[in-house]
């Protein structure tokens, strides 16, 4: 139980006080009237007796009584009303309730700390404190148990309205006070007919009531005299005389009203009287209008004690039947006040202020000074000590000596409990095999009766262990004539008896109790006795800290007779669960449950709704949601219906915002009845601020911000740029990639550095962009915030008029801030545009998302707050709804059940800082300002549109599109550009280019490329021409990724468009290819917050393969050219069909293969086929071979670093003019892609060779560029279609294959690993033998075949002529061995043998590409087939040493051919 401020020893006899009536004559009750008080409320506050009394027991023993209390009331005739008193008790608890000042006590229960506080309405709502998780030991002195004010006051109400019965005498009136004032005519008179009625009242049989403990009571006559009014002699001369009349022991001169109440304001003198008045006392019975109550006449009949515990015929039939329904069931209705309650029915809480209490503006004893209080105080210990006393004191030996007359036994009790206690036991009964005979009565002077009665007076003076042996003897007296009303009572007293005895003379006999309850609740029925004895057991075994039996024991007296007493006596159990050794925490939570439930059947609902708020306690965050849920749904009903609507508002959300395991329907009812109290709510202030709302949850981090238009759809042919758009998910890597493509433009506009104040454009912010800065949104474009909306219920919700809150500061055009703030959303639409969204519907358990628009009007700072939207819920055809139906719902088009209007704010975290140590060591977060853009001033806005742009492609494929591009601004734009990473993939053409077809319709069928009609007869010969690579954007420090868009004039003024021809050409890889454009563009009108605005575009082509083109290039033999010089080439080109037959490719035609150098040029085909027209069908291989020769040195020395010289060869009759756009635009992309490649390793060597060695390879180096140009036949849907396209192959070196497309790098197998230590070595100078074969050219001249007549000579001789060529720019000495002999046994059976007259060994020094010849003879004896291949060249360098000397071996043999004639 919890915690009472009396002690159980200071409560029992406070609870059985000797009882003494007052009956005042009227003129008494005027005087008393005066203070607003009557005579026996006058003394209420002075009964307590402030020192001890003294008395002696029948064996003249002195016995001291301490701290004795006195009960003083008027006569009431009629028996209290059970009706009335049930009201009492429910006002006294409902007007108990926790004081809101009083600090909370929490008790540390296990692992859990309860607040059990005063304040619990408040500080216990789940929602207002965060209880502490944390386990804590259990201490014995960290125990603090709260009080439970409420159950004390009915309690002690409760012992004090007890009505008076015949088996029981403790609230029997033993003495009777009578008043007359002094004023009255003839005050002795008065006091005769006072106590005429008083023994008229006690003796006739018209009054079964009050009750009166002995035929003989004690009169005691007091004179009450008016200080401030009456006559004080005639006072003393009345008393005289009443003294001699009524002995100085048995009257009192009482003076009063020392002041007249007008003086009352003047002094403040202290009120002790209120806090007794305002506990309703069951005296005031003419405040309750209650049925009429039966009542028997007959004095000795026991109806009326039958009746007493409110449990009449009629009520009890009225009954309902409540044992079906569980104790946590719900309330079927929508107001539980409604339902039909037990007896405890209060129709409102507000009750007690219509019972008869002090009213607080009176002023009680107002006439009364301190001096007349200790007046006052003095009567009550005169009339005790003198009267009462000494009254019970003769009334014990009285009794005492009947008894021992009566039974015969010796003097005095004290010796005669031996022989009861020890004499022969009369076997007791079990209590089920008596009869029922609670009807048998005792008349009035039965010794039974007389020794109850001494029982009891001794118990009232506190001398307990006379009252014990009186009880015991009584006990078994009424047990032998199974009197089984009178056994309960005097079993009962028994206990208490025991457990009051000083010293503990004996243990406290529990037994007596459980058989005195058992007896009044089964054999007597009477529950209001049952109820006392549980209330005093209870309270003695807490005392003794049996927790556990006390509360089996409360336990066991709940039943569905009484809610109210039901109700607190679970409280105290639950109470009792917290306080044992080792705490109950969950049973003192069922149980406040329990309780709670009861105090809601009993209409206490401020009482319920605390029990519930503490049970939430252990409940809440423990998994238990079924309970949660519950225990939330019944706190928001109770405090809805308490009018606590915010109370009401936060249970039923924390009901919703949990992930509830309720079913739909369950959800359902709550979300309803939610929105229901929130409606009422909101009614109270609906101008107030909008209410945040729990649902549906919000993902604020996931909120995304996208500043512009929506991306237009295709429109036929035209296509928009992709650009950015809320649909496009986050992707890092991208990311990444458009900002380098973005800075590379910025770098190149501001002259190659980066300004230190760019920061990367961003038009879609979300989680993963940089959000620490504000952003710039600029003037009448759309901002459009997208929301992540989470449903958790399994009902759907639905949104409506769902819009944006915001608050804008605007600017004016000075830029000074206005200091009015725009708050309201409906306000200033001439600020801001709000879209609103009229029906959002969220399924359950669905996540959605809702983008809402804000439209700027005006420059300013702009801040993104929330978001405002009506709540509601749709109504299904059959909605179950396990509460009731609601008042207040409609359904409307939308089956809206409700709704109510709300906001929830857009609270966006920052990333965590990370990067001081301040920071590392604490959690800070950065700021995040993606909800507060700054609007700026208007920009011009590009929009960009593709025409007739492919998606698929071959690869080397060119293909003409248009691209379109438009002003929709009303600021004119200037210095667009175009940046990729693949500038190979297109172009808008060079500086020299004618365009060609100007609109896209007119170049459906006509070639991309310039081509001229050519003359047959320049087949198989090079055409030349020349271009410079700057023409084409190619030039010395120039970026090729960034682009010059050719805009008319640069500048494209507002709704303008102009559309301008892109040639596309497929990558050489097949696949699927993502190629991101950034279009660069600025305001003709430089802004200080923004320079530059971007579109992006992603271009996704799939190309398939076409063509696999091989190249080689070599020194031919021949040394003759045109102009007699040397240095001829040859180049070996092999074409392969490697089309798949999927794209329809029927066959590929090689129309022209050219070249592009800056000292070379193909000069002619060499192919011996007769076949022109090159053709490939599918998986064909064709093989060419051109000759290439040195462009003229007068070219090459006029041009420019950065021409190159252009050869077409061919092969149809139409030249494709390939120095011209597009070709030239795609071979000098390809090129610049390649040379990026190549230059980092290029730049190493040059650091690390010397420049001997640098010559010796340029003689291997060729800067030859080959393009081939081809035309590929596809056939789709019977149509006939020609694809053009180019591949272009650069060669390096000399011998050295090139291909047209990436070489695929074969992964090196893995080898075991191996451990050595580096060694450093100079890097090795030395050429490679390669490198070193091609310093020199060696050509022989000699004839085919020869007729020689060996049988006329047999020695034929044959000049030969050996050429040798210088092909480095350095002096080279060569020797020339003749010696070598072949000896290798197969070149001697198929050539034989032959010699070389002459010299043997040359040596010779060549100048820089000089020719050289020497003229040989050889030998021969036999005619055949010759090698004449067989000298030895050695060369070197002049000014090195020998390393360097290696062996010139020609290659291709030199076959000759001897025949005899």
């Not at 959800?667 to 107030?688: A, H, I, M, T, W």
């Not at 725009?822 to 200033?828: D, G, P, R």
């Not at 977060?925 to 011009?940: C, F, K, N, Q, S």
């Not at 051109?1186 to 021409?1203: G, L, M, V």
Request: net charge negative.
């Amino acid at each position: 139980m919890a915690q009472c401020v009396q002690s159980v020893h200071e409560l029992i006899p406070d609870s059985f006080v000797p009882c003494v009536a007052a009956l005042c004559s009227d003129d008494a009750e005027r005087l008393t009237r005066l203070n607003h008080l009557s005579f026996a409320e006058l003394l209420k506050p002075f009964t307590r007796l402030t020192s001890e009394v003294h008395m002696r027991d029948p064996n003249n023993q002195l016995h001291i009584i301490k701290n004795l209390k006195i009960a003083v009331s008027n006569i009431i005739t009629q028996p209290p009303q059970p009706g009335a008193i049930r009201k009492l008790l429910s006002d006294v608890v409902s007007g108990s309730q926790p004081a809101d000042g009083l600090v909370a006590n929490v008790i540390t229960a296990g692992d859990y700390d309860l607040n059990i506080s005063d304040r619990s309405i408040k500080a216990s709502v789940p929602w207002y404190s965060n209880w502490k998780d944390t386990l804590m030991e259990m201490k014995e002195s960290s125990l603090n148990t709260a009080t439970t004010p409420w159950f004390e006051a009915y309690r002690e109400t409760f012992l004090q309205s007890m009505p008076a019965s015949d088996h029981e005498f403790l609230n029997h009136y033993l003495a009777c006070m009578l008043v007359a004032s002094s004023s009255e005519a003839e005050p002795m008179e008065q006091f005769g007919k006072l106590s005429q009625e008083q023994h008229r009242i006690q003796h006739n049989n018209d009054y079964s009531y009050p009750k009166w403990f002995i035929p003989n009571t004690l009169k005691y006559y007091v004179l009450l005299y008016d200080v401030s009014a009456g006559d004080e002699q005639r006072a003393e001369s009345i008393y005289e005389e009443m003294k001699q009349k009524y002995g100085t022991q048995g009257c009192y001169l009482l003076k009063i009203n020392s002041r007249t109440s007008n003086q009352a304001s003047d002094e403040q003198i202290p009120d002790p009287w209120s806090q007794y008045l305002q506990k309703n006392s069951i005296q005031n019975q003419e405040s309750y209008e209650d049925g009429p109550c039966t009542i028997s006449s007959n004095k000795n009949s026991d109806s009326n004690l039958l009746s007493l515990d409110g449990l009449d015929n009629e009520v009890k039939d009225g009954l309902p039947n409540n044992f079906r329904a569980h104790p946590l069931q719900l309330d079927s209705s929508s107001d539980p006040s409604n339902n039909i309650d037990g007896p405890d029915h209060v129709k409102s809480a507000s009750s007690l202020h219509e019972t008869k209490k002090a009213n607080p503006g009176i002023i009680h004893g107002a006439c009364l000074t301190l001096t007349d209080h200790d007046r006052i105080r003095q009567f009550v210990q005169e009339f005790t000590f003198r009267g009462l006393l000494p009254h019970i004191e003769k009334t014990i030996r009285q009794l005492n000596d009947q008894l021992i007359s009566r039974k015969g036994l010796s003097r005095s009790l004290f010796s005669a409990t031996k022989k009861w206690f020890s004499g022969s036991k009369v076997p007791e009964k079990s209590i089920n095999e008596l009869k029922n005979t609670s009807g048998l009565l005792y008349p009035p002077e039965a010794p039974e009766l007389q020794i109850r009665k001494m029982a009891d007076l001794c118990f009232l003076v506190q001398h307990y262990d006379l009252a014990y042996s009186c009880y015991h003897t009584a006990k078994k007296d009424f047990l032998n004539d199974q009197a089984m009303l009178y056994a309960a009572g005097a079993l009962e007293m028994a206990a208490v008896s025991a457990f009051l005895q000083q010293g503990a003379a004996r243990p406290y006999p529990a037994h007596y109790m459980d058989t005195a309850i058992q007896t009044y609740r089964d054999i007597c029925k009477n529950m209001v006795l049952a109820e006392r004895c549980v209330l005093l057991s209870a309270e003695i075994l807490k005392s003794q800290s049996k927790y556990s039996e006390a509360a089996a024991l409360l336990i066991r007296l709940t039943s569905e007779d009484s809610d109210l007493r039901s109700a607190l006596l679970l409280e105290q159990a639950a109470h009792c669960f917290i306080n044992m050794k080792s705490p109950m925490v969950r049973k003192y939570a069922f149980h406040m449950i329990l309780a709670g439930h009861r105090f809601s059947k009993a209409g206490q609902k401020k009482h319920a709704l605390r029990c519930y708020c503490q049970a939430m306690q252990v409940y809440k965050g423990k998994g238990w949601s079924l309970a949660e849920d519950h225990i939330n749904f019944t706190i928001g009903r109770q405090s809805y219906t308490l009018r606590q609507l915010d109370n009401a508002v936060s249970a039923f959300r924390h009901i919703l915002i949990n992930e509830s395991k309720q079913s739909a329907a369950q959800q359902g009812s709550f979300l309803r009845e939610y929105l229901y109290v929130y409606k009422n709510v909101s009614q109270l202030s609906p101008d107030g601020p909008l209410p945040q709302l729990p649902l549906p949850y919000i993902n604020s981090s996931a909120t995304r911000v996208f500043f512009g238009h929506d991306r237009r759809p295709a429109d036929g042919e035209k296509q928009a740029a992709t650009h950015v758009s809320l649909d496009q998910e986050y992707d890092n890597e991208s990311s990444q990639q458009w900002r380098e493509l973005e800075e590379q433009v910025v770098a190149l506009v501001n002259k190659g550095v980066i300004p230190p104040n760019f920061h990367p454009t961003q038009y879609c912010l979300n989680s993963f962009s940089d959000n620490s800065r504000f952003p710039l949104a600029v003037v009448e474009e759309p901002i459009t915030v997208e929301v992540a909306f989470r449903n958790p219920l399994k009902v759907p919700l639905l949104l409506t008029n769902m819009s944006l809150l915001w608050k804008f500061q605007p600017k004016d055009c000075s830029g000074k801030n206005d200091e009015e703030v725009k708050e309201l959303v409906t306000s200033e639409p001439e600020m801001i545009g709000t879209e609103v969204i009229s029906e959002f519907l969220i399924n359950s358990e669905e996540s959605k998302v809702a983008r809402l628009k804000l439209f700027p009007h005006h420059i300013g700072e702009l801040h993104v707050l929330g978001i405002v939207y009506d709540l509601g819920t749709v109504q299904g055809p059959t909605a179950v709804d396990g509460i009731g139906a609601l008042p207040g719902c409609h359904t409307g088009k939308h089956s809206l059940s409700m709704s109510v209007r709300g906001r929830q704010d857009l609270e966006i975290q920052g990333p965590r800082l990370n990067t001081t140590k301040e920071e590392k060591t604490s959690i800070t977060y950065g700021p995040d300002r993606r909800l507060d853009p700054i609007i700026i001033e208007e920009m011009p806005l590009l929009e960009v549109f593709f025409i007739h742009f492919p998606t698929g492609l071959l690869c080397g494929e060119i293909r003409k599109a248009y691209v379109e591009f438009v002003n929709v601004s009303k600021c004119p734009l200037t210095g667009l550009k175009v940046v990729s990473k693949r500038p190979e993939f297109f172009t808008f053409g060079g500086n020299t280019t004618a365009l060609t077809p100007l609109s896209p319709s007119a170049s459906e069928n006509c070639s991309a490329y310039k081509t001229v009609v050519t003359e047959s007869t320049s087949v198989c010969t090079a055409l030349t021409s020349s271009a410079s690579s700057v023409d084409f954007g190619i030039g010395i420090g120039s970026q090729p990724e960034v682009i010059p868009v050719p805009l008319p004039d640069t500048v494209l003024l507002p709704g303008a468009s102009v559309q301008l021809p892109l040639w596309l050409r497929g990558p050489d890889e097949e696949g699927v290819h993502e190629i991101n454009f950034l279009f660069y563009y600025e305001s003709v009108k430089k802004l200080p917050k923004i320079r530059h605005r971007i579109l992006r575009h992603t271009a996704v082509i799939c190309t398939s393969r076409s063509l696999n083109v091989r190249a080689t290039v070599c020194r031919s033999n021949s040394l003759e050219d045109e102009e007699g010089r040397g240095g001829n080439m040859l180049v070996f080109v092999d074409v392969e069909n490697i089309n798949t037959s999927e794209a329809g490719v029927k066959e590929f035609h090689i129309v022209q293969v050219s070249s592009c150098s800056k000292h070379w040029k193909l000069q002619k085909s060499v192919n011996l086929s007769e076949n022109k027209d090159a053709k490939l069908g599918s998986r064909e291989k064709g093989k060419f071979c051109f000759k290439a020769i040195r462009c003229k040195e007068k070219e090459d020395a006029t041009q420019s670093s950065e021409k190159y010289t252009f050869a077409d060869i061919i092969f149809g009759n139409e030249q494709i003019i390939s120095s011209a756009s597009p070709c030239a635009d795609f071979f000098y992309r390809s090129l610049s892609s390649e040379l990026k490649k190549v230059q980092p390793s290029a730049h190493a060597e040059k650091q690390s060779i010397e420049d001997a060695v640098r010559l010796i390879q340029k003689c291997s180096e060729v800067d030859l560029n080959v393009v081939i140009l081809w035309k590929a036949y596809v056939v789709e849907d019977s149509k006939q279609l020609i694809l053009e396209g180019q591949h272009h192959v650069v060669l390096h070196t000399v011998g050295k294959e090139a291909y047209s497309y990436p070489q695929k790098q074969e992964p090196p197998e893995m080898e075991p690993l191996k451990f050595f230590r580096p060694e450093h070595t100079a890097v090795s100078s030395r050429p490679s033998v390669e490198q070193l074969s091609s310093l020199i050219k060696t050509s022989l001249h000699y004839p085919e075949s020869l007729n020689h007549p060996f049988h006329q000579k047999s020695l034929c001789l044959v000049p030969v002529t050996l050429l040798l060529s210088n092909c480095s720019k350095a002096d080279v000495d060569v020797i020339v061995d003749l010696r070598h002999k072949t000896t290798s046994p197969e070149s001697l059976e198929i050539h034989g043998s032959f010699t070389w007259l002459g010299q043997t060994q040359y040596k010779l020094q060549l100048k820089s590409e000089e020719i050289h010849s020497l003229q040989l003879k050889a030998c021969f004896v036999h005619t055949g087939v010759y090698n004449l291949g067989t000298p030895r060249v050695f060369a070197k360098l002049s000014d090195q040493v020998t390393v360097f000397e290696t062996s010139q071996q020609n290659s291709m043999p030199a076959l000759i051919i001897i025949n005899n004639v």
